[in-house]
C-alpha cells in the first residue's frame, strides 16, 4: 500500500476535526462508517484527543535561553503573573536572568525565584504579562504505570519560534529512585517515562493523558548510545514540588531532609534504624536503633530505597509522622526532619555542570546524567552579564537566598496579616498580660519589658525570670516549657518593635501545621540565639502561633493560639496553649492586658 | 492460563459496565467463564482501555524477575531480567556472564528475594533456565505465547538500567514490531551465538539489564524474551529485538524436563570467536607479554596480504584506520572490529620512516571457533 505522508492523514484528520464535534460515542460505537478506508474511528478519537491536550498544554511550556540567547532548556508557566518551574541545572547554567520564549513566538525576560538545587527544581518570574498561559497542577499519585503522558519542551533546541517539541509515551515506572550522580542533586520518588527525553527537555513539563502538571522532565538513563534518549527519562514528580513551591516563591535556596538516622533491611525484609544521631528530633522522640520503621508520612514503609524515596520528596524543617515497632508495639511520633546539607554547602554554588563530561566506561557516572543541553560556562564574578535596566530591581542577591527580593515580597504579604491586630508600636512600656493558668487554676502574670520577662504564678507563690539581652543565658524559663518567657518577649518584639528588630527575619516557606494539620506560612527570625518560627494561616493570613527554639538541637517552646478578642484596643489572642517536647505544659487564658502605653 | 482467562473476564465486565459484585462472582466461579471468547472486543472507550490497559501491565509485570549475579567488572553490568514459566519457579533469562557465579540472585515482583541455580543453558539461543524454591507463582504459559505480525503493537518489560531492585515494578516500554527478520549482529568485536529469527521492535527495549525481559502483546501475550545488547553488524547501530518463545520454546521445556541435550556444551563452547586475527593478513605480532607490548611485526607470512603491501618484520604498527596503536592487544581488537570488504589502513614505522599502506579485509569472516580449538591469545602467531 502506498503511504502519502503529506496529504492523506491531514484530510482525514481534518474531516475528523469536523465530525469530532457534533459526533457522540455512540456514533463512534457505530463502527468506522465516518472514516472507513482512513484509519479505525477508535484510533482518530484518540488522536483528536491528543491534539487537543497538545494545543491546550502548548501554551504554558517556555523554552528559556542564556541571556545572550545561548544554552538554554525548558520550563512550564504555573500562575497567570509569570512563575514558571524549571531544572536547577538549566538555570544555574544560564544565570539569574533569563530569556523565555513562549509557542506565541514572543521572547519576554525572566529572572531567577528560588532555587532546590537537591531537587533539580528552580522557580523564575517571567515579566512583562499578568496573563501568561498555565498549566494546571494535576496530582502524580493518582497516575498508573501504562497511562499516556506527553513530555514538552526544547529538544536540541529545535524550535526556532519557540513552539515546544512534543513527544509521547506511557508512563513506565512510579515511585524510582535515582541517586546522586556525581553532584548531590538526587531524584527520589520520580516518574519513569518512555517518551523521548532528550538535551533541551530539561525542565520541561510532563503532562498526563488528560493534559495535568504532572512533573519537570529532568534526566535520562544515558549509556554508550550517547546523550539522547535510551528508552527511560525521568521526571520530577509534582507533588514533591508542591512542598516546596511556596519555599521556591519566597526565593529561597531550600534544602532536603534527613531523619539523623541510618536505616537497612534485614533479611526478614523489615527496615530497622542502624544508627541514631542522638541530637536528632528522632532520637528525643523516642526512636532508637533496632526499631523497626513501619510508616513514614502516612506512607508504609517496605524498602530503603522506598524510605530514602519518601524522605526525599520533603523539605527540611517539617514536622512528619513517623510510626515504629519496637516488640510488636506500634508507636507514632512527630519528627522535625533536619537539613540534608550544612548551610555553607547549600550557599555556594556548587560546581558548574558537574556530571557533563562523561567518563569513558565509568557506567555510574553516565547513568542517570542530566539531559540538560550544552551550555556556555557561567560567567563568574565580574564577567556576568548585565541584566536588563527594567528588570534589575527585581534580583537582590544575599548569602542563603536565589533571590532575596522575592523574600521582601513574601515577608511584606505574610506581616500584612499581623497589621489586622492594631497598633502595637506606640506603646513604649512594658506589656501586663493578665492570665489564667487553665489546668492548675492559677492566676498567672506575665510581664513583658525589653531587657527582663517574668512569669508570677499563684499570686507571687512561684515567680520566674528571662534576662533578653546579648549577654543573658537563654534560659528554660519556666522550666520545662522550653523557654515561655524567652518565646512570648519573640512574640513581643515582632508586635512592638518590628521586623526590623530582629538580627535575621525572613519567610521561610510554608509548612504542614504541627506536622499533619493544613499548610501554614512560615516567617523565621533570630534574635541572640533565639530561633523563631512564627506561624500564620494561608486563608486569612492571622499568626496562628509560633515555635521559639533557645539553641540549636534542643525542642522548642510551641505556643498556639486559639480564639481572637480585643484587649485595650488591641486585637490578641484569648488561650495560648504551650507544649514543649511533645508534652503540654499548660493553657494560659487571657483575661486583661496592657500594652505598656504611656 | 485459567486465571488470565479470569483477569481478562474481569476487565471485560468492567468495560461493559457490569457491576463489581458481579467480578466478584466471576471471580470466584472460573467454571462459568471456561467458553469465554478468545478475542476481547475494542473498547471503545479511553478510559476503560486505559485502566484495561494497566491491568495488563501489572499482571505481566508480577511474572518478570530482576536477577543479580556476576559482573560489576568494567563494562560489565551485574544484572539481567528473567520471566516465570512455571509455578515452581523455573524461570527464563539470557545466557550472560551475569550467570557465572555459583547462584545469582532473583528478585519476585513482590521483593521476595531467592537464590536462583542454572538448570540448563543452550548459548545458541542466547537461552538460559534457572530454578528458585518457590510454589504457586504467577507465569507464563509458554504454549499460549503468540508471534505477532509486523506493526502490531507490543509493550517490553525489563529491568534495564536496574531502575528496580526490590519489590518495585520493572520498567515498561511501548512500541511496534518493526521488522521480523534474521539477527545478524555482533557484541564488541564478536559475531552473536544467536542468528535466528527476532522481533525488531522500534522502541529502545535492548538496555544494560534488558536482557531476558519479556516482548508482549497489548493484551500481555507472551511473544518475544528481550536480547542482549548487540550491534547491528552491518550498520554498526544499537539493535532493539526480542527472540520469539516460539524459537526458545523446545529448548526450554526440554530443559525443565530434563530431555535436553544442548547444541553447544554451555561450558565448553564460548560466547563467540573474534572475525579476523592478525594470521588473517598474513602478519604475525610479536608475543603480547606485557600490559602495552608495542604492535611490532614480528614476521610476515609469503604470499599473504600483507607481503602484498610489502609490511616487513620489526615494523612498528602505529595508526590502523587513523586509529594510534598503542599495544599488540589494541591492534588484535581493531583487526576483530573489521567488516568484511573493508579497507584497512595501516601505517607502520620503519627506521624512523612512516610508511603508509592500504589491504583489504577477506570477504569472509572466520567461522566461530569451539573454545577446544580457538588458538589461545599469545599463540596464534607462531
Known amino acids: 500500500m502506498t503511504w502519502h505522508p503529506t496529504s492523506r492523514p491531514e484530510i482525514s484528520r481534518r474531516r475528523w476535526l469536523q465530525t469530532a464535534t457534533v459526533a457522540s460515542l455512540t456514533t463512534l460505537l457505530k463502527g468506522g462508517s465516518t472514516a472507513r478506508g482512513a484509519a479505525d474511528p477508535d484510533v482518530l478519537a484518540e488522536q483528536a484527543a491528543r491534539v487537543a491536550v497538545v494545543q491546550k498544554c502548548a501554551p504554558s511550556v517556555v523554552a528559556i535561553f542564556g541571556p545572550g540567547g545561548g544554552g538554554g532548556g525548558s520550563g512550564v508557566l504555573i500562575t497567570p503573573d509569570g512563575f514558571a518551574l524549571t531544572n536547577f541545572h538549566v538555570t544555574s547554567g544560564a544565570g539569574d536572568f533569563m530569556k523565555c520564549g513562549l509557542n506565541n513566538g514572543e521572547l519576554y525576560d525572566a529572572v531567577i525565584v528560588g532555587i532546590d538545587p537537591t531537587g533539580d527544581v528552580a522557580l523564575i518570574k517571567l515579566f512583562g504579562r499578568e496573563d501568561f498561559p498555565v498549566a494546571t497542577l494535576g496530582d502524580s499519585d493518582q497516575l498508573a504505570v501504562g497511562e499516556t503522558c506527553y513530555a514538552m519542551g526544547n529538544p536540541f533546541l529545535l524550535a526556532t519560534d519557540f513552539s515546544p517539541t512534543v513527544t509521547y509515551g506511557i508512563i513506565s515506572g512510579l515511585h524510582r529512585y535515582q541517586g546522586p550522580a556525581g553532584t548531590f542533586l538526587e531524584y527520589t520518588d520520580c516518574i519513569q517515562v518512555d517518551a523521548s527525553i532528550n538535551p533541551g527537555n530539561s525542565g520541561g513539563p510532563l503532562f498526563s493523558a488528560a493534559g495535568d502538571l504532572v512533573g519537570i522532565n529532568g534526566r535520562?538513563?544515558?549509556?554508550?548510545?550517547?546523550?539522547?534518549?535510551?528508552?527511560?527519562?525521568?521526571?520530577?514528580?509534582?507533588?514533591?514540588?508542591?512542598?516546596?513551591?511556596?519555599?521556591?516563591?519566597?526565593?529561597?535556596?531550600?534544602?532536603?531532609?534527613?531523619?539523623?538516622?541510618?536505616?537497612?533491611?534485614?533479611?526478614?525484609?523489615?527496615?530497622?534504624?542502624?544508627?541514631?544521631?542522638?541530637?536528632?528530633?528522632?532520637?528525643?522522640?523516642?526512636?532508637?536503633?533496632?526499631?523497626?520503621?513501619?510508616?513514614?508520612?502516612?506512607?508504609?514503609?517496605?524498602?530503603?530505597?522506598?524510605?530514602?524515596?519518601?524522605?526525599?520528596?520533603?523539605?527540611?524543617?517539617?514536622?512528619?509522622?513517623?510510626?515504629?515497632?519496637?516488640?510488636?508495639?506500634?508507636?507514632?511520633?512527630?519528627?522535625?526532619?533536619?537539613?540534608?546539607?550544612?548551610?555553607?554547602?547549600?550557599?555556594?554554588?556548587?560546581?558548574?555542570?558537574?556530571?557533563e563530561e562523561p567518563k569513558p566506561g565509568d557506567k555510574d557516572q553516565d547513568k542517570g546524567r542530566k539531559p540538560g543541553a550544552p551550555k556556555p560556562p557561567r560567567p563568574a564574578g565580574r564577567g556576568k552579564p548585565k541584566p536588563p535596566e527594567q528588570y534589575a530591581k527585581f534580583l537582590v542577591e544575599k548569602p542563603g537566598f536565589a533571590n532575596f527580593h522575592f523574600n521582601q515580597l513574601e515577608q511584606e504579604r505574610v506581616l500584612r496579616g499581623l497589621a489586622a491586630w492594631g497598633d502595637f508600636k506606640t506603646p513604649t512600656g512594658a506589656w501586663k498580660l493578665t492570665a489564667h493558668a487553665v489546668a492548675a487554676d492559677l492566676p498567672a502574670v506575665f510581664t513583658l519589658a525589653d531587657e527582663l520577662c517574668g512569669l508570677i504564678l499563684a499570686d507571687g507563690q512561684q515567680a520566674f525570670a528571662q534576662e533578653t539581652n546579648a549577654e543573658a543565658k537563654q534560659g528554660d524559663e519556666p522550666p520545662a516549657t522550653g523557654g515561655l518567657l524567652l518565646a512570648l518577649h519573640q512574640l513581643r518584639w515582632l508586635l512592638a518593635k518590628g521586623p526590623q528588630a530582629f538580627s535575621e527575619l525572613y519567610y521561610a516557606g510554608s509548612e504542614p501545621l504541627d506536622g499533619n494539620g493544613p499548610l501554614v506560612d512560615v516567617l523565621a527570625t533570630e534574635r541572640f540565639t533565639a530561633r523563631t518560627r512564627f506561624l500564620f494561616d494561608k486563608q486569612t493570613g492571622e499568626l496562628i502561633g509560633f515555635d521559639t527554639e533557645r539553641d540549636e538541637d534542643v525542642d522548642p517552646c510551641e505556643v498556639r493560639f486559639e480564639g481572637i478578642a480585643e484587649f485595650q484596643g488591641r486585637k490578641f489572642p484569648k488561650l495560648l496553649i504551650v507544649r514543649h517536647a511533645d508534652r503540654e505544659y499548660g493553657r494560659f487564658e487571657l483575661r486583661a492586658a496592657n500594652w505598656g502605653d504611656a | 492460563m485459567p486465571s488470565d482467562r479470569l483477569w481478562d473476564a474481569c476487565v471485560r465486565a468492567a468495560i461493559w459496565g457490569l457491576s463489581l459484585v458481579l467480578m466478584c462472582l466471576v471471580a470466584v466461579a472460573p467454571a462459568q467463564q471456561s467458553n469465554a471468547p478468545e478475542e476481547v472486543t475494542p473498547s471503545p472507550a479511553e478510559a476503560p482501555a486505559q485502566s484495561r490497559q494497566q491491568r495488563v501491565i501489572e499482571q505481566v509485570s508480577r511474572r518478570v524477575v530482576k536477577i543479580f549475579g556476576a559482573g560489576r567488572l568494567k563494562n560489565l553490568y551485574a544484572y539481567s531480567s528473567g520471566f516465570l514459566v512455571s509455578p515452581q519457579g523455573h524461570l527464563v533469562t539470557i545466557w550472560s556472564h551475569v550467570l557465572d557465579e555459583q547462584e545469582v540472585t532473583v528478585v519476585l515482583h513482590d521483593g521476595r528475594r531467592f537464590a536462583g541455580r542454572i538448570v540448563g543453558a543452550e548459548p545458541q539461543l542466547d537461552l538460559a533456565v534457572l530454578k528458585i524454591d518457590a510454589e504457586d507463582l504467577p507465569c507464563f504459559e509458554l504454549d499460549e505465547a503468540v508471534t505477532p505480525p509486523v506493526g502490531a503493537r507490543v509493550l517490553s518489560f525489563s529491568n534495564m538500567f536496574k531502575v528496580a531492585t526490590g519489590d518495585e515494578p520493572v520498567s515498561v516500554l511501548h512500541?511496534?514490531?518493526?521488522?521480523?527478520?534474521?539477527?545478524?549482529?555482533?557484541?564488541?568485536?564478536?559475531?552473536?551465538?544467536y542468528n535466528g529469527p527476532v522481533l525488531v521492535v522500534d522502541a529502545i527495549t535492548n538496555n544494560p539489564g534488558s536482557g531476558g525481559g519479556v516482548l508482549t502483546t497489548r493484551d500481555g501475550q507472551l511473544a518475544g524474551m528481550v536480547g542482549k545488547e548487540l550491534r547491528n553488524a552491518q550498520s554498526n547501530t544499537w539493535m532493539n529485538y526480542a527472540i520469539p518463545i516460539a524459537e526458545l520454546k523446545t529448548a526450554i521445556q526440554d530443559i525443565i524436563s530434563g530431555t535436553f541435550t544442548p547444541k553447544s556444551n554451555p561450558l565448553e563452547a564460548p560466547l563467540s570467536s573474534p572475525r579476523f586475527l592478525p594470521i588473517d593478513f598474513g602478519l604475525v605480532l610479536v608475543p603480547d607479554v606485557i600490559q602495552r607490548t608495542p604492535a611490532f611485526i614480528d614476521a610476515v607470512l609469503p604470499d599473504s596480504r600483507a607481503a602484498d603491501v610489502q609490511l616487513k618484520a620489526n615494523d612498528l604498527v602505529l595508526f590502523v584506520n587513523d586509529q594510534l596503536i598503542q599495544s599488540v592487544r589494541m591492534l588484535r581488537e581493531e583487526l576483530a572490529r573489521l567488516e568484511p570488504g573493508d579497507t584497512l589502513k595501516l601505517v607502520v614505522r620503519r627506521e624512523n620512516i612512516l610508511i603508509p599502506v592500504e589491504l583489504t579485509v577477506p570477504e569472509t569472516a572466520r567461522k566461530p571457533r569451539k573454545r577446544g580449538t580457538e588458538p589461545e591469545a599469545s599463540s596464534d602467531d607462531p
Open chain 2, 175 to 193: 512500541g511496534v514490531i518493526s521488522a521480523r527478520t534474521r539477527l545478524t549482529a555482533r557484541r564488541g568485536v564478536f559475531d552473536s551465538a
Open chain 1, 220 to 355: 535520562g538513563s544515558f549509556e554508550k548510545r550517547g546523550r539522547v534518549n535510551s528508552g527511560a527519562g525521568y521526571a520530577i514528580s509534582i507533588n514533591q514540588i508542591k512542598h516546596f513551591l511556596d519555599h521556591l516563591r519566597g526565593g529561597l535556596i531550600v534544602d532536603h531532609a534527613t531523619l539523623g538516622a541510618a536505616v537497612a533491611t534485614k533479611d526478614d525484609g523489615s527496615m530497622v534504624v542502624t544508627n541514631i544521631l542522638d541530637s536528632s528530633e528522632a532520637f528525643r522522640r523516642g526512636l532508637r536503633v533496632d526499631d523497626e520503621i513501619a510508616s513514614f508520612a502516612g506512607r508504609p514503609i517496605r524498602s530503603v530505597n522506598q524510605f530514602k524515596n519518601i524522605l526525599g520528596i520533603y523539605p527540611k524543617g517539617w514536622k512528619l509522622p513517623l510510626v515504629y515497632r519496637r516488640e510488636g508495639r506500634k508507636q507514632e511520633i512527630f519528627v522535625r526532619l533536619r537539613g540534608l546539607h550544612r548551610q555553607s554547602e547549600m550557599t555556594l554554588q556548587p560546581p558548574e555542570r558537574p556530571a
